[in-house]
């Protein structure tokens, strides 16, 4: 097997996805208000940045159409997904305001919270950062919950499981 080696630009783009998508990646579904109703974004780029204070980060592609919605958000909530949610996933993938097709229920802060996940982080946006093609988007978490369950896992472009113990 061939090692492939590039330095990253626009005529290596594909190369670069390729490089990344080695790296298996959880998945979540995040959530928040509009003005239009409720919204909702795949995402897997998702961390941890803080224990204390607690934030979490995740980062929306700026081409999104549902970017400046997210951008512009003052709370949003960030569902990590089970490992049999791949269904969900997609839905919010391919639509962000497909709610009716989802169990859901509004929040304290009128957040839109995905029924079943196997754990959410219900936020106040802190910070919005560029983070060139994406926006970083730091949220203070203001409430968190959680579940036994395997998550969803997303690896060269597939959604999968993850072959382990249970947690």
């Given amino acids: 097997m061939s090692e492939t080696t590039f330095t990253p630009g ?7 996805r390729d490089a990344l998508g080695c790296y298996g990646t959880g998945v979540t579904v995040v959530t928040t208000m509009s003005p239009d109703g409720p919204m909702g974004m ?16 995740w980062s ?3 081409t999104s159409r549902r970017h400046t919605i997210f951008a512009n958000a003052s709370h949003f909530a960030i569902h990590i997904m089970a490992e049999d949610q791949d269904a969900l996933a997609r839905h919010f993938a391919q639509q962000g305001d497909g709610f009716g097709a989802v169990d859901w229920h509004l929040s304290e802060e009128n957040l839109p919270i995905l029924d079943g996940c196997l754990a959410r982080f219900e936020c106040a946006t ?3 950062h560029d983070g060139g093609d994406h926006s970083i988007i730091v949220g203070r978490v203001i409430r968190a919950a959680h579940r ?3 998550g969803l896992i997303f690896k060269q472009g597939q959604y999968g499981g993850f072959l382990g113990r249970d947690a």
């Fill in 60 to 62: 929306p592609a700026k």
């Fill in 10 to 16: 626009p005529d290596s783009a594909r190369d670069f």
């Fill in 42 to 57: 795949t995402a897997n780029s998702f961390a941890s940045v803080s224990l204390d204070p607690a934030l979490v980060l």
């Fill in 148 to 150: 036994p369950g395997r």
């Fill in 126 to 128: 802190d910070a919005v």
